[in-house]
C-alpha cells in the first residue's frame, strides 16, 4: 500500500483552510502550521494585531457578496446578509472547518522557521520543514510537498520617506492595519492618505466622529457601489460569461467609456475631485457605498497627494494647508515576503515574483511548491485560492503535469507584459486577475472548466443559467475532479439565498404575466450552440 503523500500548508486563513480540504479530496495528508492562536487569517478581529500580518477594523464588511465569496461545494448560509460582516465571514470558516473536519490538521501557535530542499530533492521532490511550538521548541520533519497559504497581505507597506517632515508632526500617524474603531477621532482633523477601498472605507467612518477629514490621493480613483441596478449586488449582476464574452469583443477604450459613463450617472466623479486621468479599468476600482454622501455633506475633503508635514499641518502639492491635524493614517497598502523560503526559490522584488499562473515556481526541479492566494481579483479570493490548491493538489499527486520551464516562463512574462499595457505602474497592481479568465484557465487545468456544449444538450436550462446567469464558483464543481452533487441545485437556487437575508417583511405584490418569450430563449440557445462549435 502507498503511503499517502505528506503535505505542509503554511497559514491557516481562508487560503489555508481550503488546502487542507482539497488534499483530504486527493487523498494527500496535509498538516497545517499557524502562527497564531486561531484559524481565520485576516478575517479574524483582533484588537492588537500580531505582527507582519494584515489587520481588520470592528465594523468591516467584505466587498465581495456571499454567494461569490463561498467555498465552491459549501454555499454560505442563505440567512446571512448579502455582505456579511468579518464575524459573520469567521461563522462561515467555523461551519466550513467542522462540516469537513479541517481542524484536527491545524497546528496553532506554530511559526514555521524555514522550509528547505533536501538533499535528494532533485529525485524525491521532498523537504526540510523546521517549526517552532508556542513553547519555543524547534523540529523539523520530512513533508513531500508544500502549499504556501500566508497571503499578500503580510507586511505594511508605510513609505515614510515619500512625506518629508513627518518626523515633526507631532500627531499619532500608522498604518491603517493599526485602525479599529473612529472613537479615538472624536471632534478631530484627520488625513487620511491613500483612496483604495480602505482608505475609503475608514475616510467614511471617521468623518462620522471626527470633525474634518481629508482624503488624499495621488491619482483619483474610480468609486464603485456595492448595490447595482435594481438592488442586485454589484459582482454577481456584473459578473457572466455572457458579460465577459461582450467584454472581450468590445474595444477596451469603448468598454471603459461606458463602464466610466454608468458611474458618472451615479455621481460625476469630476465634481468630486475624485476621477482620475487613468481609464477605469487601468487602476483597481476603489469600492465605497457612501463616500460621495460624505463628500456632499462636506465631512470628507478630496485632497491631492502630500507633498509635506510640519509639527501640526500637512502641505498639499497644490500648495493648500491644512492645519491643526490632529492624526494622520497611510492607507498606503502591503507587500509580501516569504522569510522562510531562499530567494532561489521565490525572490520578491517590488511586489513582484516569477510564478507561473500565481502558484508555481517555474525553476522547480520537482513540483512540488505552490503558492496559494497570490492574486488580487477583480472579484472574491476564497474560490480563486480554492481552485488554485485543487490545481496544485492534483499535481502534488501527479495526476495533472505542468508543462516545460521555457512554456511556463513564456506565460509569465505574457502576463506581465498584459499587466503594464493595462494598469497604472505600481506595486498595487502586480497581482490582477479577471476572476472568470483565471478561474477558467486554472480550471481547464485539471479539468474542471464547465462544458458549455456538453451542457447545452444535457441541461437546456442549467447551460442557460451558467452562461446568463452569475458565474458563482459552483459551476466548477459542475463536471470533472472534484465534481459535487450538489452542484447543479446550487446553481439554480443561488438568487434564493442571496435575497432571503433582506425579505424579511413578507410583501404582497400582485402576480404580472411573464412576457418573456420562450421562442428568444430557444433561439438564444442555439446562437450558443452555434458559437461553442463554429
Known amino acids: 500500500m502507498t503511503m499517502a503523500k505528506k503535505v505542509a500548508v503554511i497559514g491557516a486563513g481562508a487560503s489555508g483552510l481550503c488546502a487542507i480540504k482539497c488534499c483530504l479530496d486527493e487523498g494527500l495528508q496535509p498538516t497545517c502550521f499557524e502562527r497564531s492562536s486561531d484559524f481565520g487569517g485576516l478575517w479574524r478581529f483582533k484588537e492588537t494585531p500580531d505582527l507582519n500580518t494584515a489587520s ?15 467555498f465552491s461545494d459549501f454555499p454560505v448560509p442563505d440567512d446571512y446578509a ?12 467555523r461551519k466550513y472547518a467542522k462540516h469537513f473536519g479541517l481542524q484536527k490538521y491545524i497546528q496553532l501557535e506554530t511559526n514555521v522557521c524555514s522550509v528547505k530542499k533536501r538533499p535528494d530533492f532533485l529525485t524525491t521532490g521532498q523537504w526540510d520543514v523546521t517549526i517552532k511550538n508556542k513553547k519555543g521548541e524547534q523540529k523539523t520533519d520530512i513533508f513531500d510537498a508544500v502549499l504556501v497559504c500566508t497571503g499578500h497581505h503580510c507586511d505594511p507597506y508605510l513609505p515614510l520617506h515619500m512625506f518629508p517632515g513627518i518626523e515633526k508632526f507631532k500627531g499619532p500617524y500608522f498604518h491603517s492595519r493599526d485602525y479599529k474603531s473612529p472613537l479615538d477621532f472624536e471632534g478631530k482633523r484627520v488625513t487620511v492618505i491613500g483612496l483604495g477601498s480602505s482608505g475609503g472605507d475608514l475616510s467614511v467612518e471617521i468623518s ?3 470633525s474634518q477629514v481629508f482624503l488624499s490621493t495621488r491619482r483619483g480613483a474610480w468609486v464603485i457601489n456595492r448595490v447595482s441596478d435594481n438592488g442586485y449586488p454589484l459582482d454577481m449582476s456584473s459578473t457572466s460569461r455572457f458579460s465577459n464574452t461582450i467584454n472581450h469583443l468590445l474595444p477596451h477604450s469603448l468598454l471603459c467609456s461606458l463602464l466610466e459613463r454608468k458611474l458618472n450617472k451615479r455621481f460625476n466623479h469630476k465634481n468630486y475631485g475624485l476621477q482620475p486621468k487613468h481609464r477605469i479599468l487601468s487602476q483597481q476600482i476603489t469600492v465605497n457605498d457612501e463616500l460621495p454622501n460624505r463628500i456632499i455633506s462636506g465631512t470628507i475633503l478630496i485632497k491631492p497627494n502630500v507633498k509635506e508635514f510640519t509639527e501640526t499641518a500637512v502641505v498639499f502639492e497644490d500648495g493648500t494647508v491644512e492645519e491643526n491635524i490632529d492624526a494622520a493614517i497611510f492607507a498606503t497598502g502591503y507587500t509580501f515576503s516569504y522569510p522562510f523560503l531562499e530567494a532561489s526559490i521565490i525572490d520578491v522584488r517590488s511586489n513582484n515574483t516569477n510564478l507561473y499562473k500565481y502558484v508555481f515556481p517555474p525553476h522547480l526541479e520537482q513540483p512540488t511548491l505552490a503558492v496559494i492566494g497570490l492574486v488580487q481579483p477583480v472579484g472574491a479570493i476564497m474560490p480563486v485560492s480554492e481552485m488554485q490548491c485543487r490545481w496544485a493538489a492534483r499535481v502534488f499527486k501527479g495526476l495533472v503535469k505542468l508543462p516545460s520551464v521555457s512554456s511556463m516562463m513564456e ?4 502576463k506581465q507584459d498584459n499587466l503594464s499595457r493595462r494598469y497604472v505602474c505600481t506595486q498595487r497592481h502586480t497581482l490582477q486577475v479577471d476572476y472568470i479568465n483565471y478561474m477558467d484557465e486554472i480550471a481547464e487545468a485539471f479539468g474542471a472548466k464547465p462544458k458549455m456544449l456538453e451542457l447545452f444538450y444535457r441541461n437546456p436550462r442549467l447551460a442557460w443559467k451558467v452562461f446568463f446567469d452569475s458565474c458563482t464558483p459552483y459551476q466548477y464543481r459542475l463536471t470533472g475532479p472534484g465534481k459535487w452533487s450538489g452542484a447543479e441545485k446550487a446553481v439554480m437556487t443561488q438568487w434564493d439565498r442571496v435575497f432571503k437575508a433582506t425579505m424579511t417583511r413578507c410583501v404582497e405584490v400582485e402576480k404580472q404575466q411573464k ?9 438564444f440557445m442555439v446562437l450558443m450552440i452555434a458559437f461553442f462549435v463554429f
Do not use: G, W
Request: charged share 15%.
Open 208 to 210: 462620522r466622529t471626527a
Open 515 to 523: 412576457t418573456f418569450p420562450v421562442l428568444l430563449m430557444l433561439i
Open 56 to 70: 481588520i477594523y470592528k465594523s468591516l464588511i467584505i466587498n465581495t457578496s456571499k454567494e461569490m465569496s463561498c
Open 411 to 414: 506565460d509569465i512574462a505574457k
Open 82 to 93: 448579502i455582505y456579511m460582516h468579518h464575524s459573520k465571514i469567521m461563522q462561515y470558516f
